[in-house]
C-alpha cells in the first residue's frame, strides 16, 4: 500500500500506510521533499520534512527509498559548500535557476564529470578487509584514500578496472563475490564510523592563537565548547581557528548563523595561505551551511552530516578538526521538532534527550587508531549562543559537562575590544596535564612552568582589581601594583590578539613561549627589585614597557623578541648600576 | 486549480477558526473568509486529514459559526510588485491605503519568499555614509548590511531612523526606501512620513502600515509584505534599497499571542521556541546577490523592554543581525543627540568596508582608538566617583576630559545635521588632541604626524 499524507504541520508530518523503518529517508508529496522518519505507530510514521512544506495537500503520496538518512564519501567534497543534507549548495544554485533556493531539487553532492587520476595499491588476487586503502586520488592539499567499506572482510579481488582516470561513478575493483569498490562509498550520519581503538590525546591542536595555545590548549581529538553572548566574537574566532588550527581538513559547519558569514569564508579562504602546506585554505576546508533562513529540520541533520564527513577523513589518517557554529541553534532545532511532536519538555521547553544528544555529539571527537592501523582525530569545536549571554541555560550547562575545554566569551571584554575576549578567570582546558609533556619536549621544558606563573598572576590580578575599583590603585604597596602591571602586560601584551593583523592573526608557538618568557622573566627581576624599595617608575621605564606590550606587533621574527629580551635585561643591568651607586 | 468554498466553522478562538469535512486544503494556503459582508484573508496553518485550522489576520471579531463562508484560493498569500509603487502607501497586507486604486501588473510573488542561496551572496564591503559620525566612524553601516537599532520607549529611534534615510548617500545608484510600520502608533507614522516630504526622498519612498490599532496578527505579515517588494526593487530594478521596519517588539508580540492561541509550547518569557528562525527569515533577506545591481539594507528598529538587552527580542535579534546600534536613556537624559550607547554597539560588517579605497585610510586605528580610550573613559568616571576627581592622576584627568568633549561634539549633532566621512575623521582627530600623544598606541606614528597636527 501506498503511503499518504494525512496531517501536516510545518515540517512535521504524517503520513498513512507504507512499511518504512526508523531514520529511513523519504520522499515527501508531489515535490518529492526530502525527509527522515523518526516516529512509527501503528500504520502512521512521523517523518520531519528538510524542506518548506508550504502548498502540500493531505493525501500526496510519501515514497519509501530504503536507506537511512546517509551522506555521500569521495572525491570532490573538499572546497565545497553543501547544505546540512548534503546538498552542494553551487548545483542548487543551477538547478534552482538563481540564487533563491526551491523546493524539491535532488543532486548528487559529488561531480560526476571531474576525472580523477587514481593510484592503485591492489592487485587481482589480494584480500580486502573493512577499512583498508585500495587507492587514492590527490585533492586538494591531501592525498584523498579510498577505503574499503564496513563489513566487507576477506574478500579476494578478482577484476581492476582498466582506465587510470575515472569518475566518481566509475568501479575500481570487483571482489569474488560480485561486490564493486567504487570510487565513492555512503554512511548514515546518526551512527558514527568505527575505529579500530581510542587513544589518548597528548599532542596540542596548534591554533596560533595565544590565549588558546599558551593558556587554554585543546588535544587533538579534544573538544572545546565557545560560549558567549552576542557581539563577543564567537564566529570571528571560529574563523581564526578555521583559517589556523594545524589540521589537515577543516569541516565548517554554519549551523542556523548568517549567511553572509559562510559568503565570508567562501571569498576569504580560497585568497588564505596554510601556513603549514602554502596552499590555499579552501583546499583543506569543507562548508556546510545551513543558515538561520533554511529549512530548521536540514539543520538539525547538519551537525551530523559535518561530523560524518569529518570521520570520514580521519579514517584516511588525518586530523580533522570541525567547527560548528552555533551548537544552540542545532539545539534549538531540535526544541523546535520536539515542539511539534507535541513531546513534554524538560527545562526551558528543550526536550528531555537534549543532554544526551549532545553528549552523541561530542563524543564522536577522539583521538584513535584506524581500521587501517593509521592514526587520526577529530576534533570538535562548538560555539554556544546562550540567550542573554547567560551561561545557566540548558545547552551550555549540558555542554559543559560533556567537553574538556571551555573558552567563555566575555561581554565586558568585548565592550572594550579586547579579543578574543576569552575570560581567563572563567575558562579552563582539561588538557594541560595531558599536554605538559609534549610542550615540555617540543617548545621548551620550561613552558609549561611560564604557564602556571602567567595564571597565578593574572588571579591575583582578578582579586586586586576589586580592591582597585573601590579605592583605586594608589593604596595598594608595591609588590601588588607590581602584579597589577604585569598582569596587565599579559593581557594586553599576549592575550589581546589582532585578527586583522598581518602578524599577529596567526603565532608560532615558540614566539608565543618568548613573549611569555619575556614577560615574566621581567617580572621576576622586577620583583627582586621591588623588594629592594626601587621606584616603581624606575623599575617599569616606559620605553620598555611599550616595547613589551608592542611586540606582538613589531617583533616579526623570533630574533625580533630576543631582542626585546636583552633590552630588558640591560635596561636591568643599569637599573642595578644605577641603584648601586 | 478549482477554487473550493465552504460555508460553516466549527470553531472559532482568538485569530484561529477550525473547519472540518475539508479535502485537498495546502499547508500555508490563502483563504478568504467572507462573514457579515466583509472579507478577511486567512492561512492554513495545520492539517489534520479532514481538519484544518486557520489563522484569519483580522481577527475572529464578529464573526459567527454558521454564516462565515471560507474560500481556499489554492495559492500562498502573494503580493502584486510593479515599478509604479514608488511612492504608495499600502496596508500591512500589501492593499493600497491612498486611495490610489489597485497596483496594475501581472507580477505577484508569494511573501514568504525563499532562502538566498550562500553561494550566490556577495559579500558586503561598500560603505553607506549616513552623515552621522557615530555611526560612520564607529558602526559603520555597509550595503546589504542588517543593523538594528536597540532603543527604548521614549527615546529618539524614529528621528534618528529617519535622518540615516534622508542623509545616507551611496556613491552610485539611486535610492528606495521601504517603510513598514508593524503596530506602530498614528503620531509615529505621521512623523516618520512627513519627515520625508519635501525632500528628494518622498517620491522614492514605499510604505506599508500596520498601526497600533489595526489587527494584530496582520503584523506577522506586514515585513514579510514589506520586503517582497524590497527584494523586487532590489534583486528585479537593481536599486539600492534601505528597508526600516519599526517596531520589531510589536512583531515579536504578535507571534506570541498567536503561539499562544495555538496552545504551543512556550520558551523564554513566553515567546515561541521557533521566534529565532521566524526573525531569521525576516532578517536574512538583507544581502547582494551575485549577478544582480541592488542591494537589500536593513534597519530594522526595536524597542527593548525596559531597557533590557537580555530580553529575548533584542537578543535573538542581536544573533541573525550584523551588529546593533543601542540607544542609551543616559545620553538621552543628558541631552545627547543620536544618544549612541558606544560601548555595546557594534558593526559586524564594518572591518571590510573601511579604510584605504573605502573610506580613509586612517579609519580602522582611529576607530579602535577610540573604543579603546572611550571605554578607559568609563573605568576613569567610575574610579572618579568614589575617591573624587582631585584624586585622579593627570593622565586619567585627560580621559575625562576626552570623554566630556567626545559625548558633546563628536557624538552629540543635529537632526539636520550632515557631516562628511572626512569631516567626522578630522573631528574624532581633534577628540584624540585632548589626551597624551603616549596613550595613541592604537594609531601609527605616521598617522598622529599626519592627522593630529592638522587638528590641533
Known amino acids: ?581 | 486549480m478549482a477554487v473550493k468554498e465552504y460555508t460553516g466553522v466549527k470553531k472559532a478562538f482568538g485569530p484561529l477558526i477550525v473547519l472540518e469535512g475539508v479535502k485537498g486544503a495546502a499547508y500555508d494556503e490563502l483563504v478568504e473568509i467572507e462573514a457579515n459582508g466583509k472579507k478577511r484573508l486567512g492561512k492554513v496553518i495545520t492539517i489534520d486529514k479532514d481538519l484544518v485550522i486557520i489563522q484569519i489576520f483580522e481577527g475572529t471579531a464578529q464573526l459567527s459559526l454558521p454564516n462565515t463562508k471560507v474560500r481556499f484560493t489554492g495559492k500562498p498569500l502573494e503580493v502584486k510588485l510593479s515599478p509604479d509603487m514608488l511612492g504608495r502607501v499600502f496596508d500591512g497586507l500589501g492593499r493600497p491605503r491612498d486611495g490610489l486604486g489597485e497596483v496594475v501588473s501581472s507580477e505577484k510573488r508569494d511573501i514568504n519568499g525563499l532562502p538566498i542561496n550562500p553561494y550566490s551572496r556577495v559579500y558586503p564591503r561598500n560603505f553607506i555614509q549616513t552623515g552621522i559620525s557615530t555611526i560612520d566612524a564607529l558602526f559603520t553601516l555597509i550595503r546589504g548590511q542588517k543593523l538594528p537599532i536597540f532603543s527604548g520607549n521614549g527615546l529618539p529611534h524614529n528621528e534618528l531612523a529617519v535622518q540615516i534615510a534622508r542623509q545616507s548617500t551611496i556613491k552610485e545608484g539611486e535610492f528606495v526606501v521601504v517603510f513598514a510600520a508593524i503596530g506602530l502608533k498614528n503620531s509615529d507614522v505621521r512623523f516618520i512620513l512627513s519627515s520625508f516630504e519635501g525632500t528628494g526622498a518622498s517620491k522614492n519612498i514605499i510604505s506599508f502600515l500596520n498601526l497600533a490599532s489595526d489587527p494584530v496578527v496582520e503584523r506577522i505579515a506586514t515585513p514579510r509584505v514589506a520586503l517582497t517588494v524590497a527584494e523586487y526593487f532590489a534583486f528585479d530594478l537593481g536599486y539600492h534599497v534601505l528597508v526600516i521596519m519599526s517596531d520589531i517588539t510589536n512583531y515579536c508580540e504578535a507571534l506570541r499571542e498567536l503561539s499562544n492561541y495555538r496552545g504551543e509550547i512556550p520558551s523564554r518569557k513566553g515567546y515561541p521556541g521557533y521566534m529565532y528562525s521566524d526573525l531569521a527569515t525576516i532578517y536574512e533577506r538583507a544581502g547582494i546577490i551575485e549577478g544582480k545591481e541592488g542591494s537589500l539594507t536593513q534597519l530594522p528598529i526595536l524597542t527593548m523592554p525596559n531597557d533590557d538587552i537580555t530580553h529575548p527580542i533584542p537578543d535573538l535579534t542581536g544573533y541573525i543581525t550584523e551588529g546593533q546600534i543601542v540607544l542609551s536613556r543616559d545620553l538621552h537624559m543628558r541631552g545627547i543627540y543620536p544618544p549612541i550607547n558606544v560601548l555595546s554597539s557594534l558593526s559586524r560588517l564594518m572591518k571590510d568596508g573601511i579604510g584605504e579605497g573605502y573610506t580613509r585610510e586612517d579609519h580602522p586605528n582611529v576607530a579602535s582608538q577610540l573604543f579603546a580610550a572611550y571605554s578607559r573613559v568609563q573605568e576613569v568616571r567610575s574610579l572618579a566617583s568614589i575617591i573624587g576627581e582631585e584624586e585622579l592622576t593627570d593622565v586619567d584627568k585627560a580621559y575625562l576630559r576626552f570623554g566630556e568633549s567626545f559625548e558633546r561634539e563628536f557624538i552629540k549633532q543635529d537632526f539636520s545635521e550632515d557631516r562628511s566621512i572626512e569631516q567626522t575623521l578630522d573631528l574624532a582627530w581633534k577628540m584624540l588632541s585632548y589626551l597624551p600623544e603616549e596613550e595613541l598606541t592604537r594609531v601609527s606614528k605616521e598617522q598622529i604626524d599626519k592627522y593630529l597636527k592638522k587638528v590641533k
Open chain 1, 1 to 581: 500500500m501506498e503511503a499518504k499524507v494525512v496531517k501536516i504541520n510545518g515540517p512535521v508530518v504524517v503520513a498513512e500506510g507504507g512499511n518504512f523503518v526508523i531514520n529511513e529517508m523519504v520522499r515527501v508529496g508531489n515535490l518529492k521533499l526530502i525527509g527522515e522518519v523518526i516516529g512509527l505507530d501503528d500504520d502512521f510514521a512521523t517523518i520531519q520534512v528538510y524542506e518548506e512544506t508550504s502548498g502540500m495537500k493531505v493525501g500526496e503520496p510519501v515514497e519509501g527509498t530504503g536507506n537511512l538518512l546517509s551522506v555521500v564519501l569521495g572525491p570532490g567534497m573538499i572546497g565545497s559548500i553543501y547544505d546540512g543534507i548534503q546538498r552542494p549548495l553551487k548545483f542548487v544554485e543551477k538547478l534552482s535557476g538563481g540564487p533563491f533556493i526551491q523546493k524539491g531539487i535532488e543532486t548528487f553532492p559529488l561531480n560526476t564529470h571531474k576525472r580523477w587520476k587514481v593510484e592503485f595499491l591492489l592487485e587481482a588476487g589480494d584480500t580486502v578487509n573493512e577499512g583498508q586503502i585500495y587507492a587514492q586520488v590527490k585533492e586538494g592539499a591531501i592525498v584523498h584514500k579510498l577505503m574499503v567499506p564496513c563489513g566487507v572482510n576477506n574478500k579476494k579481488i578478482v577484476e581492476r578496472i582498466d582506465k587510470s582516470e575515472l569518475t566518481v561513478k566509475d568501479y575500481v575493483y570487483i571482489l569474488e563475490d560480485g561486490t564493486k569498490l567504487g570510487m565513492y562509498q555512503t554512511w548514515p550520519v546518526r551512527i558514527p564510523r568505527p575505529v579500530k581503538k581510542r587513544l589518548p590525546e597528548s599532542v596540542p591542536l596548534i591554533t596560533g592563537q595565544r590565549v588558546i595555545d599558551t593558556f587554554f590548549p585543546i588535544a587533538k581529538g579534544g573538544t572545546a565548547a565557545i560560549p558567549g553572548g552576542f557581539g563577543t566574537g564567537k564566529t570571528m574566532l571560529q574563523h581564526q581557528l578555521a583559517k589556523w588550527a594545524d589540521a589537515d581538513i577543516i569541516v565548517y559547519i554554519g549551523c542556523g548563523e548568517r549567511g553572509n558569514e559562510m559568503t565570508e569564508v567562501l571569498t576569504e579562504f580560497p585568497k588564505l595561505q596554510d601556513p603549514r602546506t602554502g596552499k590555499p585554505l579552501m583546499e583543506r576546508t569543507i562548508l556546510i551551511a545551513n543558515t538561520s533562513n533554511m529549512p530548521v529540520s536540514a539543520r538539525e541533520a547538519s551537525i551530523y552530516t559535518g561530523i560524518t564527513i569529518a570521520e570520514y577523513f580521519r579514517d584516511m589518517g588525518y586530523n580533522v578538526a570541525i567547527m560548528a557554529d552555533s551548537t544552540s541553534r542545532w539545539a534549538e532545532a531540535l526544541r523546535e521538532l520536539s515542539g511539534r511532536l507535541e513531546e513534554i519538555p524538560a527545562e526551558e521547553g528543550y526536550p528531555a534527550y537534549l543532554a544526551s544528544r549532545i553528549a552523541q555529539f561530542y563524543e564522536r571527537a577522539g583521538y584513535a587508531e584506524t581500521l587501517s592501523g593509521k592514526r587520526g582525530s577529530v576534533t570538535v569545536i562548538g560555539a554556544v549562543s546562550p540567550p542573554g549571554g547567560d551561561f545557566s541555560e540548558p545547552v551550555t550547562t549540558h555542554t559543559k559537562r560533556f567537553v574538556r575545554c571551555f573558552w567563555a566569551l566575555d561581554r565586558e571584554l568585548a565592550y572594550s575590544r579586547h579579543y578574543p575576549a576569552i575570560n581567563w578567570n572563567t575558562s579552563y582546558s582539561g588538557f594541560i596535564q595531558d599536554l605538559r609533556a609534549w610542550y615540555g619536549e617540543n617548545v621548551d621544558e620550561k613552558f609549561p612552568e611560564y604557564r602556571d606563573k602567567a595564571m597565578s598572576i593574572l588571579e591575583e590580578d582578578g582579586k586586586l582589581q576589586s580592591i582597585i575599583n573601590i579605592m583605586g590603585e594608589d593604596v595598594l604597596p608595591d609588590s601588588q601594583k607590581l602584579v597589577v602591571r604585569i598582569a596587565k602586560m599579559i593581557k594586553v601584551g599576549i592575550l589581546q590578539q589582532n585578527a586583522y593583523s598581518a602578524v599577529d592573526s596567526y603565532c608560532p608557538l615558540k614566539k608565543q613561549f618568548l613573549m611569555l618568557k619575556t614577560v615574566m622573566d621581567f617580572y621576576e627581576k622586577a620583583k627582586e627589585f621591588v623588594e629592594k624599595k626601587v621606584a616603581m617608575s624606575v623599575i617599569l621605564k616606559e620605553d620598555i614597557v611599550s616595547k613589551i606590550m608592542r611586540m606582538k606587533e613589531e617583533a616579526k621574527t623570533e630574533e625580533d623578541i630576543m631582542e626585546v629580551y636583552r633590552l630588558v635585561q640591560d635596561h636591568f643591568k643599569s637599573v642595578e648600576e644605577k641603584y648601586r651607586e
